[in-house]
């Protein structure tokens, strides 16, 4: 099996979303942009994956992700401004 560079930025895409995942179960005190913008980061670079490799289910998932990502960052930089 060789990858191709889609599948390679996928994974590049994942890898970031599973490093968020694991930062949100073990930090003492979660800071909200970095968590958001790994999990955006990710979720564009699947996006862009899926955009070669396309599976709608996925795809559908990954916009949602990239969404939530994107106003909890808006948030997050927010309230940063405010402080």
Known sequence: MSLDLASIIGLIGSGLMVIAYAYSNMAKVL???LFNLLNLIGALL???SLTVHFNVASM???IV???????GLAKALQKGKAS
Not at 65 to 71: G, H, P, Q, S, V
């Open 60 to 62: 559908a998932l990954e």
């Open 46 to 48: 699947l996006i862009y």
């Open 65 to 71: 992700w990239a969404l939530i990502a994107l106003i």
């Open 31 to 33: 800071n909200f942009t």
